[in-house]
């Protein structure tokens, strides 16, 4: 993922919220929508409704912090290394063993990365009403912003960027196996998320790009919402509310943060916007699915994202299990309280 130009989106916010800024540069344009949002915006939690009716969702922690070790052991999953094709492999065979209806996989090559492969596996399949849960599983192939120029070249593990968000929905599916939901859930693994350029917008989300294209659904069948997760494993993390998410699914990040709140994880779930980020749920929300971001995106040591991404420090030591639980947990909820 990368931060996102906010500059026509931007105009609005200026607009709703009175702020006299005016805009510069990416950076400074997206602190300015952190800043002015978080100024007017001012949301409230939980409804009492939320509060009086949730039932917890079950999530363990360590299982899926066992499943983030389990890929970086693998090493750099990306297109045309041995842990990508290993990877793949072990992805397909966890989501069957768990129970999903269906595990379909995608195949197509990708512009500038080369051969990939999207991952869908669907719990409940008869269900009409269906929630969609997306995370990439690829790697990024280079440390391009590690402070120490030598590792720049060099692949990251992918820890926290790729495998928190994947191991986060394979324990979803393991609960979904031992106790299988009243509604319909789609796993989505996408492949080609992450060896984007600076310079090309539309080299992010490959893979969520030839998926939206050749959508699996039919037009009865498709999903209410999606909840995308990238970057969920981070020490201490804190997710705010994404710039894009609010955009165009605010009732989604609204009933996601208050389900966070209702069940105690209202430290981690903060209600203010955070940036905008270039990620897979654009192309999907393009697509007419509701989709937010669940993601680090105002972090306070870098004003954005955690300061292990896309440098060799994204490795298991920086993978917390409190975070991984925080969202599990909260993602599990919305799932066992879908109405
Ligand atoms: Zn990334």
Excluded at 92 to 115: C, F
Excluded at 167 to 176: D, G, K
Excluded at 256 to 262: E, L, S
Aim: proline fraction near 4%; glycine fraction near 10%.
């Amino acid at each position: 993922v990368i931060l996102q130009h906010l500059s026509s989106d931007f105009a609005d916010c200026v607009e709703c919220c009175n702020f006299g800024g005016v805009k510069k540069s990416i950076k400074i344009c997206v602190a300015a929508v952190i800043v002015s949002v978080a100024a007017c915006s001012g949301r409230t939690a939980a409804t009492s409704d939320d509060s009086v009716s949730i039932e917890r969702g079950t999530f363990d922690a360590d299982s899926a912090f066992a499943y983030v070790a389990r890929q970086t052991a693998m090493g750099p999953r990306f297109s045309g290394m041995p842990g990508h094709e290993e990877c793949r492999r072990w992805l397909v065979g966890e989501l069957s063993r768990h129970g999903a209806d269906t595990v379909m996989e995608q195949h197509a090559v990708a512009d500038g990365y080369g051969p990939m492969v999207n991952i869908m596996a669907r719990f409940n399949v008869a269900a009409e009403r269906r929630i969609l849960l997306m995370a990439h599983w690829d790697t990024r192939p280079w440390a391009d912003n590690d402070a120490d120029a030598a590792n720049r070249r060099l692949p990251i593990d992918g820890a926290n960027d790729g495998g928190s968000g994947v191991a986060v929905l394979l324990e979803i599916a393991r609960q979904l196996g031992t106790e299988p939901p009243s509604t319909g859930v789609d796993i989505l693994l996408v492949d080609a998320e992450d060896s984007g350029s600076q310079d090309d917008d539309s080299s992010w989300a490959r893979g969520t790009q030839y998926w939206v294209a050749h959508q699996p659904y039919q037009a009865s069948g498709r999903p209410g919402f999606g909840i995308l997760l990238d970057m969920v494993g981070g020490r201490d993390a804190k997710f705010h509310h994404e710039y894009f998410s609010r955009q165009y699914a605010p009732a989604v990040v609204d009933r996601v943060w208050a389900i966070a709140g209702a069940i105690g994880h209202a430290d981690r779930f903060v209600n203010r916007m955070g940036g905008g980020v270039n990620d897979d749920h654009i192309h999907v929300n393009a697509a007419g699915i509701p989709c937010i971001d669940i993601i680090e995106c105002a972090h306070p040591a870098t004003g954005s994202f955690n300061p292990t991404w896309h440098t060799l420090d994204d490795n298991l030591d920086n993978i917390d299990r409190a975070t991984l639980k925080a969202v599990g947990e909260t993602v599990m909820t919305v799932i066992r309280n879908a109405k």
